[in-house]
Nanobody
Framework: QVQLVESGGGLVQAGGSLRLACTVS????????MGWFRQAPGKEREFVSA????????YYADSVKGRFTISRDNPMNTVYLEMNSLKPVDTAVYYC?????????????????????WGQGTQVTVSS
């Protein structure tokens, strides 16, 4: 059974930092590109960041570029999202997701419908 379990969310003041983690079980972690998405109240889920199987390629939404850093630890089956300089607009439920990689040399993150497995989400609230 595949499980993605996010942790690290919480309440933080604007300008603060949080580190999210997503631990994966039930699949071969290095076969998957990993992504972080978020959904704010009343809004659609949106892409935040993604990382290829080795960690050598990372991708960010413009809204978080320069503030968020994605990384992964394959032996630990975990992907991280370091979030700095947080803003109230970053308030959302953050989800991690796994996308099976067919061709490691050509993988790039796609839309949310391309991801095969999802976590249950972790709440991040940034107060002003």
């Amino acid at each position: 059974q595949v499980q993605l379990v996010e942790s690290g969310g919480g309440l933080v003041q604007a300008g603060g930092s949080l580190r999210l983690a997503c631990t994966v079980s039930g699949l071969t972690f290095s076969d998957y590109g990993m992504g972080w998405f978020r959904q704010a109240p009343g809004k659609e889920r949106e892409f935040v960041s993604a990382i290829n199987w080795s960690g050598s390629s990372t991708y960010y939404a413009d809204s978080v570029k320069g503030r968020f850093t994605i990384s992964r630890d394959n032996p630990m089956n975990t992907v991280y999202l370091e979030m700095n300089s947080l803003k109230p607009v970053d308030t959302a439920v953050y989800y991690c997701a796994a996308d099976f990689i067919l061709d490691a040399t050509r993988w790039k993150p796609g839309g949310e419908y391309e991801y095969d497995y999802w976590g249950q989400g972790t709440q991040v609230t940034v107060s002003s």
